[in-house]
């Protein structure tokens, strides 16, 4: 049944497998996640630009393989469905044991942090904008909302990161709910360029209102969070081993991380979700079924840019110091990314491109000054081959690829 | 007091000139494709890098006359750039043509990245600033103690026959027309026999010479160039066309001299008001995509022309 | 059977090739946290060039006994962000046992706190702002061998107000908290020279901005002395080019983010008469003739890039390691601490001149000059010593 493929998305079907299959399947699962957590820990512990590039080939041979043959693809969603629960049991698992495989190398559990951290920042923009469909190329600016909210709050005022936290992403939402009110007005590319517009603004203001942000000079020497004596910078102490103090970033962002996957989740499955989802397909007709389209668009803008701040808020404390430079178009562009290349829409999807591009410009370090040139070849390319990213949400692969579909058929003239 | 105005006055329309001509190419652009091509600035700055390189081997061919010097790098300058503009087109938006806004605005924002850090490592370089060649840098008409450069004149000059040339083209010829379809409706357009594909791949021709022109005539003015000027001109670009009305050339004009006016003012006028200058072009472009997303000038009968 | 001895036999070699790196690993790495890509490039690769060389020579002499040291190139784009970044990458990997960081203010403040988390000790090269270091900041880890702008500016500011006479001075920032901590302290030692009123106004322009004839023409109505562009030279070329089309015909004084000959190739005729105040002298003033020795080794070398402004600093703190690590390797093992201790209390011989590290990190010697370009190079007009004082004249 095609045509109703994307209700599967919610409904889980009534289990009719026997325990052997269910066995088998399983083995089979927990076989190929070992193997692709594998391979991806070796990638990450590469560290020579040659097997890097071999790595990536690899990795890019394989997707166009995959690509290439539906039965595969097919098969493999339906073994994820059939066993989601099994799946993401693993999935915790392994995200929990991540830190401990690299005890030794204190700077990858740092990059997971930091990939945990923007994770939330990609999930809010994907309420935005894989929900409701609102382009938003500014979303640096409630990242930075958060970042100094909590961070001065903490230098100049003693405030506690617990209570910092939250205020942060109430700040960012107020951030989000003040171009909401102009946004209303415009669509598509107005829209980007309104959003592009507040960025670039609020970046000079970053700059140039000193009393505020400390211009500049940027914010040094932020807390990191403390419960109690104990900071976050301590490393804890059990049974004689030292776990590196990544680690307590690592849990925190894992667990805020989580918890956004859940609100999300939650958000999606919604009746605010399902209204987001109309506005998005087709906002005149959402309309005329008397959905409040402004009131639901402030709040998709402000929800979104909650999640901003919260990231942002976490990433100031963890770094330890806040600057302009941290929130320029690039990071804009960059979070962007990490959504339509995860796959817009898709929770899963849009965790995963946040960790992989974290993870990646950090591998093409290797090649230095080649960096930023293969980071905009791959953009390119991926705009091209998988606009749809990764892992489409049902609903978008539908969208895109009949388009193309329709664009070849209209190229090559045929019918 | 009148002096120094006056010689504000020609600083702005320098300025203003300049974005003018790169206005008109995201313009352009944004009629036929409906694409604000971020990338434009990248082309802009190729301009500039082409014209260093003629003015480098006219040198070593032993071409001594500036005048010539200064019409070969415009003459190449914009057939390179028309070029590499078509070549973006047919290679990065052309696979991506009619899909949501934000996948083209993505394209076009990595095409960018690309051509930019191709120029940085690729150039002999590329990282630092590069010194330009230019005839006459110093020399000036001057009317008591307002200085007006034989450049900036030139400047002046050339952005607005430039400007005038497009329109002729838009409005007069067969080419033009062509465009003018294709912006108004692309289906009925192809109905009636026009070969879209030709008309975009003739647009970005147009706009990317524009562009390679600009690029040039800013390594005239500022007798320096680097792989990182074209983001900020792209900016200032498409602000300039969305204020006069995307997909209207006059209005790219316009939109040009605006945002020259406001950010001299904005350093005339306030004290310790040049930080601010950038602000107030970006306020300026949110409330004229919020209050008149037409743009000031756009009136529903002129789009393009 | 068969297959259990194949994989025995794997198990063996790999063990053993990874003893075996145990046992000669004795080789550490010193981290380099500098603008290798980006818009300041050209500083961070003259930079890192003659750190190596001088790390390279020290391997090379046989000094160090069995010891390596290996330079991590490690690449932050002055960015701040990215420089934080590779700080932890350097605090986090063990056999990092030294850092050389980081070329400007913003990058130096947003790595301090980093380094001395995680106890590396860094040396660090370029203009850095005082706030970095001790007494101004609580790090135990940070060594400079760069001046503090404060020291910087003050003599700058004596030259203008004392021996140039200018009684209005425009100072201009370009808004990078390098840039902007000089034109305060600029303003500050003219203040306290000859009391308020000899800057006469402030303003601020963005980095990348092509355009300042606006800002120049307001400037030619204020009836000027002089101008101070405390920002890097990329800007300072095209406000030195624009000045003199505009026909400001008034001296340009400038600092290290424009003392290059980057600079003077880039403004062209238009750069004749600039002004710098920059610590460090042209490389025949150094002692024993280590200056121009330094510029010998640098040419056979082959580098790609030119040593820029702050080579023959980055080449001192490179030598500076090789000498402290040679130290502590023959007393013991080669630690972070060892390291710390040591930068703390030795002397060094280096290609600037013998120097050790006060109570504050801050270097004992230091040569600032001003410095002012004509026929398209920079000549020496005043040296001074640390307090900033007393000024010899070298020339007119």
Redesign the interface.
Known sequence: MPELDFINDQIVRSDTRTLKEKAKDWIILFCCQSLIFGVFLVGIALEDALLVTGFLLLIILVAIIWNRRPDLNQWSQELLRNNRHFANTFLVLILVLYPFIFM????LI?LGALAAIFAIMALGLNIT?GFCGL?D?GFAVYFAAGAYTSSQLAVHFDVSFWIGLPLGGLMAALFGFAIAW?AL??H???L???TL??G??MN??Q??FTFLTN????V??IPPPAIGEWDF?QPITIGGIEF?F?MNFYFLGLILAGLTVLISVRLRDSNLGRQWEAIREEEIAAKCFGINVPFLKIIAFSTGAFFGGIGGAVFAHM???V?P??FVLLTS?MI??MV?IGGMGNIFGVVLGAVALTLIPERL?EF??????L???C??LI??YR?QGLFPSTRRRRE?KS??V??LIKKSGRK | MIETWAQQLINGLTIGGMYTLVAVGFTLFFGVLRLINFAHGEVFMLGGFVGLVVAWSAEGLGITNGIIIVLLMFLIAMGVCAIIGAVMERFAYRPVRGMPVLIMLVTSLAVGIVVREAVKEFFPEGANPHAFFSPFKYESINFGSVILDYTQLGLIISSLLLVYGVHLLVTKTWVGRAMRATSEDLDAARMMGIESDVVIRNTFFLGSALGGAAGVMNGLYYLSIRFDMGWVMAIKGFTAAVIGGLGNVYGAMFGGYIVAAVEVLTVALIPEGSRYKDVFVFLLLILVLVFRPSGLLKTPAQKMG | MYRSKVFLLAAVLIAGSFFSNQVKADSYKLYVNLPLSGPWSSFGEGMFNSFKLAIDQGNASGELGNLKLEVVRGDNAGDSAQAASLATKAGTDAKVIGAFCCWSSGLALATHSTYNRYGVPTILGGSNDHRSTRPFHKSAVIFRNSPYDLINMKMLATYVTNYANMKRVFAIDDNTAFSVTQANEFTKAADKLHGKGRVVGRESVQLGEKDFTPLITKLKGMNLDGVFYAGHMVEAALFRQQMLKLGLKIPMMSSGGVFSNTYIKTAGEASEGTLASFWGLPLDHYPEGRGTKFEKDYAAANFQDPYESFGPMANAAGQVFVQAIKRISSQGKVTRKALLKELNSGRYTTTIGEFGFDSNGMLEILHIGIFRVENAKWKLLYRTDRAATKFTKIAD
Not at chain 1, 104 to 107: A, K, L, S
Not at chain 1, 215 to 218: C, H, L, Y
Not at chain 1, 368 to 373: A, C, I, K, P, V
Request: aromatic share 8%; net charge negative; no cysteine.
């Open positions: 030794d190398n204190p700077y740092h904008l382009l190329v102009p007005r415009v598509d590319h107005y980007a360029l309104v517009g507040y670039l603004i000079l203001l700059r140039n211009g500049t000079d940027g040094i020497n910078i590196p990544q770094i330890g110091f600057h430079d941290n562009i962007l990314a339509i370090r230095e000054d080649l960096r930023m040139l980071f905009g070849g953009l390119v705009m091209i606009p895109l388009d193309r329709n664009e």
